[in-house]
């Protein structure tokens, strides 16, 4: 195992932002920024052990400071995914946020937690590499009360293993639902689309939304929607239903939340299988939901000058339920000072043959 860092960039305010790259004596590793804790490269072995790089993104830090990513990469924060009306009320109290995704709130808000610098600590112990990035989020910040301090620790190990832990503390009331917004293609980032992949979501509902993607309150059986993925499902077989199907063509392709059991109960939410490379990802976590995007706004010039178009990439962001300010009965995202906030996901990548 072995950690080693590289410039990426510099930003305008003189400030140089690290590359970190872990990796294990296979060479397969994961390369992360300091800045926004985003995630630039995936390197893991296909069927024949050729190692290649499945997380799409850029080799320089300026389109992920500009904002000209999709969230590509990064953490999210502090509240992954939409806020109906880009506001919510808390013990009395309304708070107002920033619009940023037509009418509502969409990961925090401009400047979110993928566009800060955080602080980093490398360390390789007991045969994993760990970084442990630090921001504190001061009281107002995004139009959220409360001082937070958030701690996400990304590991990997030998067995090709990506691990993600989230830990924060607030010093008033507050929301937390932090996620992380990488973009998969098990093919490789330059193979094109996603739309070869098999895809199985291990979820008992799937939140309906309206025309804003925010969520009715109502829950649908997987079975009962064409993008249900409760068995291994062809991707491009269900994006090429887009235009028929009401809920596809007003998101664009997927762009739901799949809700798969109790808060805080571990449990395997999705796996991806690509039949070309025969490489394998399980997701793992103890979140309840889990947002299934399929790149449908990609039109970006990323990494070895590969262009990243619709469906060039997937999401698969471990999550509380989208606006749960606003629906009692999904899980809670209020934090309180005498509560610590914990979560953690893993996405395992290995070979099926």
Known sequence: MSITTRPYGTLPNGQQVVEYTMRNDSGAGVSILDFGGTITRIL???????????????????????????????????????????????????????????????????????????????????GVCSLTLTLTSPDGDQGFPGTLTATVIYTFDSENTLGITYHADTDKPTLCNLTNHAYFNLDGHESGTVEELELQIFADFINEVDSGLIPTGKMLLPEETVYGFAKPTRLGDVLAKTSGDPALNNAGGVDFNYCMGRDKETKVCARVYSPRTGREMTVETDQPGVQLYTGQYLNYVGKDGIHYRRFGGLCLETQHYPDSPHQAHFPTTVLRPQEHYYTFTRYRFGIRV
């Not at 999210?76 to 708070?95: D, H, K, P, S, V």
């Not at 946020?97 to 979110?112: A, D, F, S, W």
């Open 44 to 126: 893991v072995p296909d069927r024949e052990g050729k190692l290649g790089d499945v997380s799409l993104g850029f080799e320089d830090v300026m389109p992920y400071f500009k904002g000209e990513c999709g969230s590509m990469g990064g953490i999210i924060g502090r509240y992954g995914n939409r806020i109906g009306g880009a506001r919510f009320t808390l013990e009395g109290q309304e708070y107002l946020l920033g619009k940023n995704n037509g009418e509502n709130n969409l990961h925090g808000g401009p400047q979110g937690f993928n566009q800060r610098m955080w602080q980093a600590k490398a360390e390789e112990k007991d």
